[in-house]
Structure formats: C-alpha cells, structure tokens
C-alpha cells in the first residue's frame, strides 16, 4: 500500500510539474522574449492580418511569386506530404503535369527549380529557393506591364529577401513567398 500511495503522491507532483508549471513557464518566456513567433509570426498590411510568415500561401495570379506546390492546398489544418515514394507512378504522373504547366508559361528553354515542382513535406513551406524567385521575374515583369531595365530592381528585392540558413549551416538559402509578393507590391508601385 506505501508504494501506491508513494506513486499516486510522485504522479501529482510530476503533472503539476510537467502539465501545468513547465508550460505556463514557457509560455510566458516565450511571449516576453520571442512574442512575434509565439503569436504565430502574423503579417500586418495597414493594421489588417493578411498572413502568417510560417505558413504559405497560394499565390495563382501571374503579378506574384508563386509558391511551392501544395499537396493539402495550404490548409494547415491536415498538414503534410502526399507520403508517395521516388518510385511511384502517380508522382511521377503529378511531377509531368507541374513541369508541363510551368514549361508552358516560361517555355522549355529555362530549368525548373525542383522547389516548384515538388511540394514541401509539410506541405505548407512559406519559402522558395532564390533561383525559383528568379526563375519567375519575367512573367511578372510581362505581367505588370512594366519594362525590362525593372528586371535589375527585382533581382535586387530577391536578393534582400533572401533569408541565410540557420547560423550558417542549417538549411539552404530561401526566399518567404508572402513577404516576397508585399515588398514586389511596394517596389512596383513606385516603378509605375
């Protein structure tokens, strides 16, 4: 009986410990220290949330950076991959049909970068690689009807987007699509 009661006396201690005093402990570390990533990382256009700096969204229209595919269609509420192996048929099958769709806007001259033919495990990766983003300049360019000496001016906003890998080692070079697309807004309205 001591035992029971020494086990039932070790499991209350440990879940106030565990299940309330160590969140509440972190949470509230988290939101003095790091309070915009522990809110989620919310973009802000003139007061009004239009996203979240981790999860990607959708972008269809030919004036934007297009994001990486989604296998879940960026709802972040089944998160994940389509789990298909390098050697299945049906990713083959979707692989053809993206590099069919990109190859028809930007013809077949110009390699595709693998981000924009194959989706994040996630499926909700907001970043790109800086040669996708640069991959995509001309139609946008074309797109907004502005001329080719702006093609320098978005090279350079790709350029300052690009985002190192963390602390040098972890991760490649990337590019977030929704901060990418706001500051493409911001710079083409000054080049109109």
Request: hydrophobic share 45%; aromatic share 8%.
């Amino acid at each position: 009986m001591k035992t029971i009661v020494t086990a039932a006396k070790l499991m209350l201690v440990m879940t106030l410990i565990t299940g309330l005093a160590y969140p509440l402990l972190i949470s509230v570390v988290a939101k003095i220290f790091f309070a915009n990533k522990a809110m989620g990382s919310p973009i802000l256009k003139n007061g009004v949330f239009i996203g979240s700096a981790l999860i990607g969204q959708n972008f269809t229209g030919q004036r934007y950076f297009w994001p990486r595919p989604s296998v879940i269609d960026y709802n972040p509420l089944p998160s994940g991959g389509s789990n298909l192996g390098p050697t299945s048929a049906a990713l083959k099958d979707i692989i053809a049909e993206r590099r069919a769709l990109l190859q028809a806007v930007y013809g077949k001259e110009k390699e595709i970068p693998n981000d924009l033919l194959f989706a994040s495990a996630s499926g909700l990766d907001p970043h790109i690689s800086p040669e996708a983003a640069r991959y995509q300049v001309d139609r946008i360019i074309k797109a907004r009807d502005l001329d080719q000496l702006t093609k320098t001016s978005f090279l350079n906003l790709i350029d300052k987007y690009t985002e190192s890998p963390i602390l040098g080692l972890l991760g490649e070079p990337r590019v977030n699509v929704l901060k990418l697309n706001l500051a493409l807004d911001s710079l083409a309205g000054v080049l109109k």
